[in-house]
């Protein structure tokens, strides 16, 4: 056996597998340079998906001749300093880049040129690197829009290395993500003046913002992510220990088929993170279909030396120090956010409504916005009538039979007359035994009358496991599940806090468990895949999660099976009992599954169905 030095750019390449693994990850490193480098306009032109060319210029501080053939060296950058004993600190990061690793990639794997102004300098340089060779710098011509700055070109991206070009989607799947990567970046920084063109048309084009923090960025984001977007979302800004969760939740009712609407900035960097997709999963859980997502625009931030972000040579995924403190700050704040939207639910479902009623009508949103439930009405403990409602066992667990009587006796207390004014209104009349109509002082109300019961259902059943009321069923053979020495030990150190989530484990020798009782709500469980899914919880995250989840999963399931059914006549208290139980539980204005439980069209609008505006 010989071991060799591998050739630099063997190594260029190699490195170039990970770091450029296609068009749209090249023009992520150059434009975070850009950013690096301080430019406030930042300008990507693009052919053929990325393939023919890639052209990022910038006004930043640009390179000087000097230092050109250092920038396309490997592990070399002008972001980290080497303290007194020669060591780096890799956790205070403030630039976008440390690694040195994408211009040398880049050259290895494609044609690249630098052209370059360097602030304060008067004369322009340019240095060429193609496959991996390097050429001498040399004087150029600067024609740039800026006093100083650089463009970087790469031509034919892969050419040295053609299997790669085989992994290639079209170039129009190549362009998309393109488009996708500068646009994260445009959100992060509305600042900075973007604009990107494929061969030769303008895709989009941003200007900078004066106030990013506020207003500049609310601009920035409904300039991205669409007109829909403001009006369906909720602002959020909240402060745990160091760190800060702002930026804006989308109402349940605006869900996606895709995660792709989730952006997520960790200290002004785009990243994919597991903890925090998985957190925003878990504050929407129960709003929302399994194969639904929300749309949403998070940014946290915390001081450089509480996240690593030297995890992935991408740098899209991060490590927190304290990864509980985080996935708690985003789920309280965004379930704290969902939970204040009461039952405000999206507008473009009615708007949608209206298209179909009148194809050229302009939709207007015009769901009306409520404070929370409880500035509405102080919260009721009330339910549906049951006499009406298909009981099942556990349907009737949930709901005390007394509660029934107050919810017939506020309604009624209540002259139907000022019922009107309460936000939901007065139940005028029930049709095709599914929808309540009611009227409101300026409109009328439209609710689904399952889809509200559902909601209100599962709402209880939730209240009823926050408060421990979580019963178990012991095993009648006591299940032992093997598990890592290391995970059974985890595992038996919650032991406490799992019982009370009704599930009663003990140490059963070294990497064993022995499971006596599970939660009862659960039915027969598979306590070795259970088991298993808490280990990853706790190893990742320091909590029981799948627990929480499967439980409120099945309340889920058993609110929907225990609800008053679609197609069941109702009575006028018992229709103004819902809408006044609706007015005062959180969540109320979208089922489980989050579509919306209820619409409203104001006069106004309907005056304008009718041509009477
Ligand atoms: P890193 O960004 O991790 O430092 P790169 O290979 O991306 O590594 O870039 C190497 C160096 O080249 C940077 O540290 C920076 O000094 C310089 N550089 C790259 N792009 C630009 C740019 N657009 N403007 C100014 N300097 C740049
Ligand atoms: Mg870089």
Redo the contacts with the bound molecule.
Sequence with gaps: MTIRRLPPEAVNRIAAGEVIERPAAAVK?LV???L??GAKRIVVRIERGGLGLISIE?D????SRE?LPL?VERH????LTAGIGGDVDLLNIHTM????????SIGAVARLSIL?RARGADDAWTLEVEGGALHPPRPAAWAALSAHG?R?DVRDLFFATPARLKFMKSERAEMMAVSEVVKRLAMARPDVAFSLEHDGRVTFRYGAEADPENEGRRTRLAAILGADFAPNCIALDQVRADVRLSGFAGLPTFHRGTREHQHLFVNGRPVKDKLIVGAVRAAYQDLLARDRHPVAALFLDLPPGDVDVNVHPAKTEVRFRDATLVRGLIVGALSHALAGAGHRASTTTSATIFSAARPHYTPQPMLRVWGTAEEALAPGDFVMPSGRVETQPSFAEAIAPADLESAIALATAHDPEDARFFPLGAARAQIHETYIVAQTEDGIVIVDQHAAHERLVYERMKQMLASGGVRRQALLIPEVVELDPAEAEALTARAEELAQLGLVIEPFGAGAILVRETPALLGHIDAAGLLKDLVDDVAELGEAHALKERLEEVCSSMACRGSVRAGRRLTGDEMNALLRQMEATPFSGQCNHGRPTYVELKLADIEKLFGRR
């Design positions: 490193e975070e340079n850009a690096d480098a910038d930043g501080s640009g390179i230092e920038a070399a950058t002008s972001k880049g440390f690694r040195g690793e994408a211009l040398p370059s650089t970087v």
